[in-house]
């Protein structure tokens, strides 16, 4: 065997991975933006989720769009333009900004409020600006849960009138 003649096979095969250890182990650039920086248009207002549910509330719209144009049913309201909203001005304690604000977030019926659960209410609630804890104090998903099932009924017993 001679070992000068693959001394150099072995010194190239070790510069080889010497260089691809570095290409994948060397310390990424960290970016830290100050409070002066100026916010560019994608970083200021993230696009808020069409579903109110994340990833997997989106995964599961998208799944019953495709299954229900295989079986011809509506099983899915139409999103964005002409999307049937709610009134949220009928719950007490919701202005027309406060419905407004709701509506930016993606929250266009009573159904969507009122099937929030506690980490998704206190998401939306830090989202919410200066309505910050109104869903609490005035008990919005409450009083959503009873639109959303059309009982006026329990609602005005619980709330007053409409």
């Keep these: 065997m001679d070992f000068g003649g693959n001394l150099?096979?072995?010194?190239?095969?070790?510069?080889?991975?010497?260089?691809?250890?570095?290409?994948?182990?060397?310390?990424?650039?960290?970016?830290q933006l100050g409070?002066?920086?100026?916010?560019?248009?994608?970083?200021?207002?993230?696009?808020?989720?069409?579903?109110?549910?994340?990833?997997?509330?989106?995964?599961?719209?998208?799944?019953?769009?495709?299954?229900?144009?295989?079986?011809?049913a509506p099983v899915h309201q139409a999103l964005a333009g002409g999307e049937a909203r709610d009134e949220f001005t009928r719950i007490k304690g919701v202005g027309p900004k406060?419905?407004?604000?709701?509506?930016?977030?993606?929250y266009n019926r009573f159904e969507q409020l009122s099937r929030l659960t506690p980490e998704e209410l206190d998401r939306l609630d830090g989202q919410l600006g200066p309505f910050r804890g109104r869903l609490q104090r005035d008990r919005v998903i409450e009083?959503?849960?009873?639109?959303?099932?059309?009982?006026?009924?329990?609602?005005?017993?619980?709330?007053?009138?409409?």
């Excluded at 150099?8 to 250890?21: E, K, N, S, T, Y």
């Excluded at 990833?55 to 011809?72: C, F, H, P, Q, R």
């Excluded at 406060?98 to 993606?106: N, Q, Y």
């Design 8 to 31: 150099w096979l072995i010194v190239i095969a070790a510069i080889v991975v010497l260089i691809v250890a570095w290409l994948l182990l060397r310390p990424r650039q960290r970016i």
């Design 35 to 72: 409070d002066s920086t100026p916010l560019r248009p994608h970083m200021s207002n993230p696009r808020p989720e069409a579903e109110g549910r994340g990833l997997a509330g989106e995964a599961a719209a998208a799944t019953s769009d495709v299954a229900g144009e295989i079986i011809k």
């Design 98 to 106: 406060f419905a407004d604000a709701l509506h930016a977030l993606g």
């Design 143 to 162: 009083q959503a849960d009873y639109l959303a099932r059309g009982d006026t009924d329990g609602f005005e017993s619980r709330f007053g009138k409409l």
